[in-house]
């Protein structure tokens, strides 16, 4: 265990570090003192890298050659090839990664994952970010995420609505930087791909339960094997459900609990040694009783806030609540796949359908808080009503010469419903005109909104030696959007008022309107790969990404409403290696990357209206390094770690209420990250076996909103599991950890006049888990 000192010691310095500077919410803190931490931080960080590797190199000279990394097996390519032997920035965990790990949802693929972070803001919207490319929120039927996320190679448009919980799967990919030849709508920041697990031919399944503190309570498990001959079925599910981690203490209501299951079928077919179809249909329900907000001094703006100048909340604790509304978060997915192969003489033909459909629903305290203290109580409701279908035909060579290639046509089509409403009270009405009467009233906003997605693509690859290949790539995307959009002030509040809630300003301002527009782009792909050696793979690329434009989701007036947004397109120029070393037990992958972004799509909040507005960014760029390694010295302990460096800036940004934000970092993005953690296995007789595996995240400090005035300190997050089984692993007792130093982190935060309206992540979590396989 000496081996593990560099890491652990890093860990436990940091650690140490940050609870001795960490500011309480609200406390004022000076920048300069959170600069040298960072430094601090970053110096230690580096100290245990360096620790670690020269554990590493004494352990090399004595470890076995038996002791070797698994291959995994990815898609990424849209052909079955190595993780190490593709052009492309990817992250993959198989199917044991994520069972010993315990990843459930998306935000802990992240922690894992170089240049990737993930929130959950509500039922609507998970936002995903990706070399600090991203989309923050939905809020327009016609909105595009940046980052694309694909769940067995079909597109999901509308995350959080459309997207299940993480189960069963064989594995997951994350793949950097844009994705424009050979995938489907918006990957101009990256990909997610979600592959679920295949029907085997012999008989089996598993079974897994876990109870945890807050009451948690989980189960799974599978059954597969053949139903006749040359068909084999596989059926799986998923149970989730906890106590709530925060509560409102004016109804005595529990926020922040769970209710999920989850459930999937899927079939496979082998007509004959050429064809064969792959048939999927799964089903998702989530539901909770709302998400908590606690009212947080911004330490960047002078003042106490708005809320602490009228009395401050009722208690000290973050995980609470104060308000008389009975709120809620629903969730509803379907999914049917199908997926027809047939094997040519010299290519195979794919043919993939599908459909998806997500219902989600919400209510939600913006403030977490009555009025007063709060100016307003606004309280936000949010229905959407998602349905898509996907057609693919591809082409895929199989040709053993040097010239290898893939062509194939695209069709998408996706109906968006969607409204919103805000219902504020304010105390603060002192006439019409007023801020009271600005605050005050009931809105709806009611939008539907059409897309349809055509695409022609074609990548070609070409060994100009053994050693050297060059690829070519190009994609042709027309994207056509169709949105009505109408909006209704349903109470202008106290008597009185002229005003309807902001945005929406007197009864001129309400509107129904109908508007359509198109976009067509070429985004296309170069890449060079060299097999320098057996174990050295090197690749250069060049590629452009692609994302639609669309209207603003609660514009203020008709003229806003009718007003676009254009496309945002990159190019990401990148270099890479791909190394394996001392036969196979150590691994490094490095990546450098430049991304030079044409009208960038911007969240902005606009303090007048008090909503978010999409700008068009003028440029921005981003520079970053991401590294990966695993170390497997002996057979029974693998450790890993990955970290990545981001130079992020907007560039001649001056958005829709005239600041110049150019210089600004971008938001979301922190500038450094790193996950280092081992996986542990020991034999403890001829029989049994113990396993311990962990793992710590850290993350520098990030800013919100592109203003660059709110933020996020830096914090870590250390995660845990210790097991005992049998060797033939037949079953398993597990104890698990999340958080397990209790760290106090946001989620996300809504900055109104001095304060931070916060949402919390999750505490301290542990539990035992029991898991059998036959």
């Known amino acids: 265990m000496s081996r593990l000192t560099g890491f652990a010691h890093a860990a436990y310095q940091f650690r140490e570090l940050h609870n001795n500077t960490h500011r309480e919410p609200g406390e004022a803190a000076i920048r300069a003192g959170e600069e040298n931490m960072k430094s601090q931080a970053k110096t230690i960080a580096l100290r245990g890298v360096s620790t670690a590797a020269i554990a590493f190199s004494a ?28 052009p492309v920035a990817v992250t993959a965990f198989g199917s044991e990664e994520l069972e010993k790990g315990r990843i459930q949802d998306l935000s802990e693929i992240a922690d894992r994952t170089p240049s990737f972070s993930f929130q959950k803001a509500d039922s609507t919207e998970q936002e ?54 050979l995938y489907g709508k918006n990957v101009v920041g990256g990909a997610v ?68 299951w989850g459930a999937r079928g899927a079939v496979d077919v082998d007509f004959n040694e050429r064809a064969s179809l792959q048939l999927t249909g ?14 947080v001094d911004a330490v960047s703006i002078d003042g106490p806030g708005t809320v602490r100048g009228f009395g401050g909340p009722a208690t000290d604790d973050v995980r609470t609540s104060n308000h008389p509304f009975d709120l809620f978060e629903k969730t509803r997915t379907y999914g049917l796949t199908a997926r027809f192969d047939y094997e040519l003489d010299w290519a195979t033909l794919t043919y993939l359908s ?61 109906t968006t419903n969607r409204e919103d409403t805000n219902s504020a009270t304010s105390f603060a009405f002192a006439g019409p005109g007023t801020t009271g009467d600005v605050l005050d009233g009931t809105y709806i906003y009611t939008q539907s909104a059409k897309t349809q997605n055509l695409a022609a693509f074609g990548e070609v690859n070409y060994d100009v030696t053994d050693a050297f290949t060059l690829t070519a790539g190009l994609r042709y995307t027309v994207d056509d959007k169709e949105l009505e959009n109408k909006v209704n002030c349903l109470d202008y509040g106290a008597p009185g008022a002229i005003f309807c809630v902001a945005p929406l300003g007197p009864a001129e301002d309400q509107f129904d309107i109908q508007t359509e527009d198109d976009w067509s782009e070429l985004t296309p792909k170069f890449a060079a790969e060299w097999r320098a050696t057996e174990n050295v793979f090197a690749y250069a690329s060049a590629t452009r990404g692609f994302k639609g434009g669309g209207w603003q ?22 270099a890479g290696v791909k190394t394996d070393w001392a036969d196979g037990r150590f691994r490094f992958n490095a990546s450098v990357f430049k991304t030079d972004f044409s009208d960038l ?91 311990a595996r962990a793992t710590y995240s850290w993350q520098d400090e990030f800013f919100w909103l592109p203003e660059n005035i709110n933020f996020e300190d830096s914090y870590g997050l250390l995660n845990g599991r210790v097991s005992f089984g049998p060797q033939d692993g037949n079953w398993e007792v597990a ?35 029991l898991s059998a396989r036959f």
């Open 59 to 86: 352990a090399l000279i004595s470890a076995p050659a038996s002791a070797q990394i698994d291959e995994i097996v990815v898609t990424a390519t849209k052909r079955s090839e190595s993780v190490q032997s593709i």
């Open 193 to 260: 791909n979600l592959i679920t697990a295949r029907p085997e031919d012999t008989f089996g399944g598993a079974l897994s339960a876990s109870y945890g503190n807050y009451n948690a309570i989980q189960s799974d498990g599978y059954v597969t094997g053949p139903l006749a001959n040359g068909i084999a079925g596989r059926l799986a599910f998923f149970q989730s459900s906890r106590d709530g981690y925060a509560d409102n203490i004016m109804t005595g209501d529990e926020l922040e609990n769970l209710d999920q």
């Open 553 to 574: 989701g609660k514009p203020a007036n008709e003229t806003a409403a009718l007003l676009s947004y254009n496309p945002e397109t990159a190019w990401t120029y990148e």
């Open 128 to 181: 995903l970010i990706i070399r600090g490319i991203g989309t923050i929120r939905l809020d327009s039927a016609s909105a595009d995420p940046s980052v694309g996320l694909f769940i067995d190679e079909v597109y999901i448009g509308r995350r959080g609505t459309a997207t299940p919980p993480v189960f069963d799967l064989q594995r997951v990919e994350v793949l950097r930087g844009p994705q424009g030849t």
């Open 354 to 414: 599908a459909w998806r459909y997500g219902n989600a629903s919400d209510k939600f305290s913006q403030s977490g808080l009555t009025s007063p203290p709060s100016l307003t109580d606004s309280i936000v409701g949010q229905y959407e009503d998602y349905s898509a279908y996907t057609q693919e035909l591809r082409l895929t060579s199989n040709s053993s010469g040097p010239l290898n290639w893939i062509g194939g046509l695209y069709y998408y089509n996706e």
């Open 735 to 769: 104890i698990w950890g999340k958080n397990v130093t209790d760290e106090l982190y946001r989620l996300g935060i809504i900055p109104f006049a001095g304060d931070e309206f916060s949402r919390y992540g999750a505490p301290a979590t542990y539990g035992v888990e």
């Open 601 to 691: 799509q911007v969240e902005v909040l606009d303090d007048t209206g008090l909503t978010l507005v999409v700008s068009n960014a003028a440029d921005a760029k981003i520079n970053g390094v991401e590294l990966e390694t695993v170390f497997q010295p002996v057979q029974q302990l693998q450790l890993f770690g990955t970290a990545s460096f981001l130079d992020t800036e907007y560039e001649n940004f001056i958005d829709s209420t005239g600041r110049d934000l150019s210089g600004n970092q971008i938001n979301r993005t922190p500038e450094f990250s790193y996950t280092v953690g081992f996986d542990f296995e020991q034999p403890v007789n001829d029989t049994y076996m113990v396993g």
């Open 282 to 295: 799964e089903w998702s329900y989530t539901e909770n009783d709302g998400q908590s907000r606690y009212p």
